[in-house]
């Protein structure tokens, strides 16, 4: 009998135990996520607001090895009060251009470029998992959320960083993004 308790306390012990690990590993990508999040809303970042398209330096990035030939936007995205729609203009020439969605655990869940769009105009529908797909609105994807709360990077790689004119006319495209929502 008291072999049995030590055994069955010992066995409440490892599941405890793995049971804490287990939602220690399930946390720590949303706890993170929200401390980024903070620190960019501390900085001036707005919900379903785009940044200013921004050519990242060692002094000014945010993220560890952030490419410094590569113009970025960004917008923590809120998807409590419905689906919101953005809109780009994609870069025509030989840049690479991407949009990326995050979800709030930072799984990834949506990415096109400009080998999948094409230039010209681009019209993404971003949704929460379960919110319905607006009847009549013409969009050429639509990227479902697993949370309520993502993360969009738009990446514009320059050709020359030291090309002002060209990093110009890239960060002129780049800022034609915009994000509204969508009832």
């Not at 769009?117 to 697993?146: H, W």
Request: no cysteine.
């Amino acid at each position: 009998m008291r072999q049995k308790l030590i055994v069955s306390l010992a066995a409440v012990a490892l599941v405890s135990a793995g049971a804490g690990w287990a939602g220690a590993l399930y946390a720590i990508p949303y706890v993170a996520t929200d401390i980024m999040w903070r620190g960019f809303q501390k900085a001036g970042a707005k919900y379903n607001r785009l940044s200013p398209a921004t050519v990242r330096t060692a002094r000014t990035a945010k993220v560890v090895a952030d490419n410094p030939d590569t113009l970025t936007r960004s917008s923590i995205i809120n998807l409590r009060d419905g689906p919101v729609l953005f809109e780009a203009e994609v870069p025509t020439g030989d840049n690479y251009w991407s949009v990326s969605l995050f979800a709030h655990n930072t799984d990834t869940y949506f990415v096109a470029n400009d080998r999948k769009t094409g230039s010209g105009p681009y019209r993404l529908l971003i949704k929460a998992k379960g919110q319905p797909t607006p009847a009549g609105l013409a969009v050429d994807d639509v990227a479902v959320s697993p949370s309520t709360k993502s993360f969009l990077i738009i990446r514009a790689i320059m050709q020359d960083r030291n090309d002002r004119p060209g990093v110009e006319a890239l960060r002129t495209t780049v800022l034609k993004a915009r994000l509204t929502p969508v009832q």
